[in-house]
């Protein structure tokens, strides 16, 4: 059922998935908008890179960033599926009975385990979204300058995945028990951190440059 929810953004139009995400169902949510953000941020990264081709253009450059962004694109779409299972665990664990202190225990230690699994997708979306933004970096100065604007709307997605993936990443931490995951996934948000900043500053040489 959240699996089939979820398809819908790699199977169906766009208004079909915002109204699965408008609804009153587990999923879509946040992560899956993330990823599609993710998503959205490569197309606009191998679109610029699309029209960044002919002799004045570096093709080895622009190769690299179309394998790349035409792959992150589909890792990214993935990842929406992927966030929708983990979701599904994390509600199924939380329906586990617990009338004795045996299961009582036993559903603590499941509940941790799939909040451990719904924060690795987001986590992996976070990941995404740098290797965007260091795309979005080196299409900046090198792609066609009539498309420029879109470097900059790319940058902008892969800021939105990653802070949008982050809180859901946040979300999930409570309810770790491990700390070495719990360290490992805190540790995100200084990457989100970093996306934000390299994402601002490749928005701003955009403002700049259209504003002369």
């Not at 949008?164 to 200084?190: C, F, H, I, W, Y």
């Amino acid at each position: 059922m959240l699996l089939d929810n979820l398809t819908v953004c790699a199977t169906r139009p766009l208004p079909a998935f915002l109204d699965q995400l408008a609804a009153r169902i587990p999923a879509p949510g946040g992560g899956a908008a993330a990823a599609l953000h993710a998503a959205q941020s490569a197309a606009l990264l191998a679109m610029v890179a699309r029209y960044s081709n002919g002799p004045k253009y570096d093709t080895e450059l622009m190769d690299h960033v179309l394998t790349e962004a035409d792959g992150i694109r589909n890792d990214a779409l993935t990842l929406a599926e992927a966030d929708a299972a983990a979701f599904g665990a994390v509600a199924e664990a939380y329906r586990l009975p617990r009338e004795t202190p045996e299961q009582q225990e036993a559903r603590s230690a499941v509940i941790a385990e799939a909040l451990a699994g719904a924060a690795r997708p987001p986590a992996d979306v976070v990941r995404l979204a740098l290797l965007l933004v260091s795309l979005a970096e080196e299409l900046l100065p090198a792609g066609n300058r009539n498309v420029i604007t879109d470097v900059a709307a790319a940058a902008e997605a892969a800021r939105a995945a990653a802070v949008t993936a982050q809180v859901n990443v946040e979300v999930n931490l409570r309810g770790l028990k491990d700390p070495a995951v719990r360290a490992e996934l805190a540790g995100m948000s200084e990457v989100t951190d970093e996306i934000t900043a390299r994402a601002d500053r490749v928005v701003a040489a955009v403002r700049e440059e259209i504003s002369r």
